[in-house]
Each structure stands twice: as C-alpha cells, then as structure tokens.
C-alpha cells in the first residue's frame, strides 16, 4: 500500500493519515490520529496541460470548481457539485461537451490542475505584458568583526543580483547602530534616508520620513482589472527595476563598509535589526499591498538596542538560555517577542515574505524574531558564518529556476479548503496565518491554525507542505447517521502570483469512502509514515505553548489509545502483542520523535531549537520523516550497501557508516578502515576494492546534497574523532566500555586494572 500512498503524492501532492474514513464521529475519535493530510500544493508535476481559461465555479456561497468527481449531463450541459448537490450549467464555450470530449478539469488523471488566469484587456488599451513583478528588499547587517566575513555576504548578494529577473524590483536597507535605506533612484552619489537604531517608528512616521504620501498613489476605478506594480512617487526611489539599477546597487553593496561605530572592549556591536526590520516592513505595506514581495534579512549577530532587543551589550551578560526560558530569567525576551509578532502580523497580512539568514557562531534572536518567518513562510538558514560554503550553497540554491527560466517560488498566496458535508476542517499547522474566512465547513475542534477554512501564505514553492486536519461530524448511523460507504470529497484551492508575474490557481480534488467501524478496511487505510509527521507537528504546535513534559506524555497516550484499538493481544501476556503491517513501524517513529531535537531541548539553543521545529513544518512526508528517524547505511567490502541499525552495535571496525539526519550528512569510518586510508592503501595498485569502498559514500552523500534545502552539514569523521559524537547522538547505546563492543572504543571486555 505505501508505494499507492506515494504514487497519490506524486500525482495529487496529498499524503492522507487515513485513506478509509470512519462513517461517525465517535469512530473518528477511537482511531485517536485524526483524518488529516499533508498537502504540498505546488508539487512539481510535468504533464499538468497549460489550462489559460478561468475555472468553473459552483453557485455562490460554495463556489467549489468544477472536477473529475462531479456528476455531468452532456445532453442537459449541467453538472452537479459534490460539496453543496447544487445543479449548474456548463458555460457556453463548454458547448460542444460529450462522453469522448470532455475538458482537462473532468478527465480523471488531473484530479490536480492549474489554471494561469487571463486578466481582461478593456478597449483602447494595449495587451498587458507580464503582471507584477517580485519585490526583493535586502536588509544587510553591517556589524561584523571580520571584515573578511562581510565581504563573503557581500560577494554572495551581488552574485543573487545575476539571478533574479531583470524586472524585479530591488531595495537595499543597511544597519548597524543606524538604520540606512539606500535611495538607488539618485545616480550621482550614494544617498540614504538614517534612522536612529534606538528609536521606535510607526508607520506613519517611516511614511513621512521617507516621503512616502499615500494620497498620490493613483487609485483603480473599481471595476478595472489590476495593473501591474504602481509605485508611489517616493518608492521609486528606494525600489527600482533590477534592470534599471543593478550597476548602483552593485556600487553600493560592494563599497560597504563596517559599522563605523567603535564598539569598547567587553561590550557587544550595537545592532538595531527592529528598527531595520519595523523600516523594510512599513516600505512595502506603504508601496506594495497585497504583491509578492521577499524581506531577506542577513543578521550576523543579536539586536542589542532599540525595539526588538533580544540581549544587552555587556558581554558579560550571556544570550537567554532554555533554562532562562523556563525560570522566567528573560529580561528583554517577552518585549521582543511581541514586536516581532506584530511586525509579522503586519507583512504577513501585506502578502510580504521575511527570509532571515543568521551567520554567528553566538545566537541571532531567532527565537524572537521566528514568528517573521513563520507567519510569512519566509526561509529560515542558520549557520556559523556567511563565509560557510553551507550559506553561500543554500542561498545560491533559493533562486533555482524552472525549464522557462522563472523562479521556483511563488509569491501572496491562498490556501482555500472546501468539504463535502461530513467533514469539517479542524485547522492547519504549518507557516501561514488565518484569513479569518468562517465558511459552512469550518468544525468546532481547532488543531492549530483553526476557526477558518482560508489561510494566506505569503510564500510558495515545490517542496512546501502543509498539514491540514479534518473532523468527521456525522453523528453513528444508529442515531440518524448518514449510511456508510459513501464518499467524502475535499478540495484544496491555491490562488498565488507565479514569479513570472502571472496570477494561478492550483486545484486538487480528492475523494475517500467511508465506512463503519468493524469494517476492517479502516486499519488497512492507515498511512504510519504521513501519521506519523501529521502528529510529530502537532506534538510540536504543543510543545511551543506547553511544557515538554506534557507533550511527551500527551504522545505516550496517543500511541497506547491507538495499540489498544488497533493491535491483537491477550490480557497479561505480552508476548501475544502484535501490530497489524499498516501500524508496526509507527511506535518506532514516535520512540525517535520523543528524543529528537524538536520536543527535546538539552544540548540545543533557543534559536535552533526554533530552526528545527521551522524546518519540520515545512518539509514534506520523505523529509519529515528523516529528521524524526535518521537513517543509517551500512557500507562493507564486496557488499552491496544496506539499511543499518540507529543503535551502537552498527559501529564495526570493518564498515563505513552513512548517516542522514537531513540537517547533516555523516560518513563515519570504522577504526579499521580508518587506518587503511591513512595508511594509503587505496592508491595502491591491487586495493581498487577499498578506493570504491571509500568513493561510495560520498557519490550516496553528494546525490543526497543535492536536492537538500538548505544545503545539510556535511562530515566526514573517524571511530574515536571528535566529531563521531554527531554518530553517537544518534545512536541507541545499547553497547557501553563495560559490555564490550565497538561504542566503548574496546572489541572486547576489558580487564580489569590492577587484578
């Protein structure tokens, strides 16, 4: 059945925890997961047909869009809905409909289509070239210690400059103790606009500083289609064409210097990322409502003054800690956290994306400021420094382009969920925020971002997955429910503006049956691998409101409530104890989630504890499920590789290891091996055996690098090195120094000194 589940995935980009649904709501509750789905609504499909027409829609108010599932009449031209039963005519050009020549959106291979909507030419008016383009608004910390470092950024931005399209519009904002937004409009020297880092500004007042007026922003009739971008007056100077100004943007970038304000010994580099931040955010939402726009902050360390302060200067004042955290021992973090939330609020709300890269062996503020990527679904990197090939990569992989040449991301989208009676939608856990739109199939029980069946995302691109959560409301057919075995529909509508500057609309419809509790078609339904990723980001949801140890519990509970119904077992006797194949792998997923670095604080920072749980909420089933369980590769001479083990006895003298977190890619060498390759045997003519050994793993890691984003940390470590600990971490210690074997560094048991 997984390999179904996947090929659903690759046509559909949908993954369903149940692919059989309980007929009532009090078997829905017994089966403890709920009925949810991980959808990746721009799932790269190759034989989707350019469909350049606007789709059919219902009756108002349910307004779902023609499908495979609907019932059609070609003789009566009328087809009826399957959310709302309602009967409508086909529209006029769909006159010459019949059984053998039926449109894309009927056939039932496209179960998901997108349509590129055709905006109306009025009279006298030429035809619209491309629509509007993307907006990037680079904010670039200048409080570096290496000068080195800043050049590296440097370097890496003016190279991005190449590819973008040569109309997107490109703003440059600089900080340090000063907020500078660059004026790239005025040729004749470098101009900025400087706003006071300690200093908090409203809108109006960033507005009005910066001359932006929004009553000579001409206005559409309301009737007229929308143009293209209509800069005010003022923005033109700060947001330009790439094409037009590229030359000064790159004079600029590269002519930066470090912050020219002296910083006293034992004191940190006054940084005000607010202040940039509250700037860039107030530029656009005065400039470009409701248009596809990217925010990409480049932080080198924490804000240290104004608004958004995550830490002091002093620098015997250490950044807050998980402990901190839980002792309430956060002087700055509650304020901080506030001011980026409503920042986010504010860009999310505007259609505008936030991207923030931090390069700082210290942390940067991620924790306060997660919400700006997360309301917005900006990117998140986290690394040492930008001079790390792992930045410059990953950076350099977010503008990758599709065949046509445009960018694989898309810009101010909706996500609209429609279903059939039966069901209701309970939420949304992943990074968008509600659009507040309370339709007839919107449940009472919120999971996540609930009370709305519309989300706005204020970013797409192929690989982003949201997990979207249903409840089942009709009551046991005993009491007046609904017969079983009938089918429930649902329907997930993506509105968003393509990188190319057109407006599309991603539509996928999917259907499952229904069926009564004993039928045993309910368990053989089961998907364990999207179950368990569906439940780990509601674990996670949990665990950035609550206390740990309650979600670790709340986890304990599911599992057992879900064995007691599902697995076949006799009373006191724990060795009748047996899973059915749909569920077996499912404990061992959520054995690994309950001591992986989401719900588990120790040994990791506020920030990048955040960074995880970013990376979790965004990452489809393959992916999700190698950041909870990891996976190990067992490489040995004249063998084919093999799956190993996440426990110490996999660690042989004789074998390579291949380990896949997502978030590093490690190659670990047993003692023996090590000591061959030191030794050189593998350029020795007779040893070709140990050269393909040794290439093997690394032609597995580098195919692993390369559809990774962002790019993962690579290691490659020895059998007792100092960086084996990224291995051991991993690994179920089952072998210790006392019980022999490869994990205490002895192959046997040791003797004991002195007897």
């Not at 089966?31 to 009756?59: E, F, H, N």
């Not at 199939?441 to 706005?456: A, D, L, P």
């Amino acid at each position: 059945m997984a390999g179904s589940y996947e090929d659903v995935e690759d046509r559909d980009g949908v993954r369903l925890s149940w692919n059989v649904w309980p007929s009532s709501r009090l078997e829905a509750s017994r089966c403890v997961v709920p009925i949810s789905s991980l959808y990746t609504p721009l799932k790269a499909r190759d034989d989707l047909p350019p469909v350049m027409y606007a789709p059919v829609t219902c009756k108002a108010p349910c307004r779902a869009i023609l499908n495979p599932y609907c019932q059609i009449d070609v003789r009566a031209k009328i087809w009826i809905c399957p959310f709302c039963l309602q009967r409508n005519a086909f529209p006029m050009h769909y006159k010459d409909i019949s059984g053998n020549n039926l449109p894309p959106e009927l056939l039932p291979k496209y179960t998901t289509i997108e349509y590129t909507l055709q905006r109306p030419v009025l009279p006298g008016q030429p035809p619209q070239q491309a629509g509007p383009q993307p907006i990037f608004l680079f904010v670039v910390d200048t409080c570096f210690e290496d000068e080195e470092e800043m050049k590296s950024l440097k370097e890496s931005i003016v190279l991005s400059l190449s590819l973008l399209p040569p109309g997107a519009l490109v703003g440059l904002i600089t900080y340090g103790t000063m907020t500078q937004v660059h004026e790239l409009g005025y040729l004749d020297c470098p101009k900025s606009y400087v706003f006071r880092g300690s200093k908090e500004y409203s809108p109006q007042q960033i507005q009005t500083l910066l001359a932006l007026n929004p009553s000579n922003v001409p206005r559409p009739n309301p009737g007229a289609p929308p143009q293209g971008p209509m800069p005010m007056a003022g923005a033109a100077r700060f947001l330009l064409p790439l094409e037009q100004c590229e030359f000064q943007l790159t004079n600029i970038l590269e002519g930066l210097r470090r912050d020219a304000w002296p910083v006293p010994a034992g004191k940190r580099a006054k940084r005000c990322t607010g202040v940039a931040m509250s700037v860039a955010v107030g530029l656009l939402e005065s400039t470009f409502i409701n248009q596809g726009a990217r925010v990409m902050l480049f932080a080198g360390g924490p804000c240290t003054e104004g608004p958004g302060m995550v830490v002091s200067e002093e620098l015997k004042e250490p950044i807050r800690s998980h402990h901190d955290i839980d002792r309430d021992n956060v002087k700055y973090y509650k304020r901080a956290v506030k001011f980026y939330e409503a920042l986010a609020r504010r860009a999310a709300n505007n259609g505008h994306a936030v991207d923030i890269f931090g390069g700082c062996l210290d942390q940067v503020g991620l924790l306060e400021m997660k919400s700006l990527a997360n309301y917005t679904n900006g990117y998140l990197i986290l690394v040492d420094s930008f001079s790390t090939s792992i930045f410059k990569q990953s950076y350099q992989k977010l503008f990758e382009k599709d065949d046509e040449g445009s960018l694989l991301m898309g810009f101010n989208a909706t996500l609209d969920v429609q279903t059939t009676k039966e069901l209701k939608v309970s939420g949304l856990i992943g990074h968008a925020v509600s659009a507040n739109k309370k339709t007839a199939c919107v449940g009472e029980t919120e999971i996540g971002i609930g009370g709305t069946s519309s989300w706005k995302i204020c970013s797409v691109d192929p690989k982003l997955t949201m997990g979207v959560y249903f409840e089942v409301v009709s009551p046991a057919a005993g009491q007046g429910g609904e017969q079983p075995s009938q089918r429930g529909t649902i329907q997930f509508v993506t509105h968003y503006q393509h990188s190319s500057g057109q407006f599309r609309l991603r539509v996928t419809t999917i259907a499952r049956n229904f069926a009564e509790a004993s039928n045993p078609t309910i368990g053989q339904g089961f998907d364990q691998e999207a179950a368990a990723v569906l439940m780990a980001r509601i674990a996670v949801y949990k665990a950035d409101i609550d206390d740990s140890p309650d979600v670790l519990r709340w986890l304990d509970r599911m599992l057992i409530r879900l064995c007691q119904k599902f697995a076949m077992f006799t009373k006191d006797d724990p060795g009748s104890f047996r899973l059915p194949d749909e569920f077996s792998i499912y404990p061992q997923f959520m054995f690994h989630l309950r001591r992986s670095q989401f719900l588990q604080v120790f040994n990791n920072s506020p920030d990048e504890t955040a960074y995880y749980r970013h990376a979790l909420n965004r990452e489809d089933v393959n992916s999700s499920l190698i950041m909870i369980q990891p996976t190990l590769m067992s490489y040995v001479m004249e063998q084919e590789p093999e799956p190993a083990l996440l426990d110490s006895v996999s660690i042989k003298p004789d074998t390579i290891l291949l380990l896949d977190t997502f978030f590093h890619i490690l190659i670990f060498h047993g003692e023996m091996i090590a000591q061959w390759r030191k030794a050189g045997y593998q350029d020795q003519e007779g040893y070709e055996n140990l050269k393909t050994l040794l290439q093997r793993p690394k032609d597995d890691a580098a195919e692993l690098l390369m559809d990774r984003f962002p790019i993962s940390r690579y290691v490659v470590c020895d059998q007792g090195g100092s960086q084996a600990r990224f291995l051991l971490s991993k690994l179920n210690p089952s072998t210790t120094h006392m019980s022999g074997g490869a994990y205490g560094g002895l192959y046997g048991i040791p003797e004991k000194i002195g007897s």
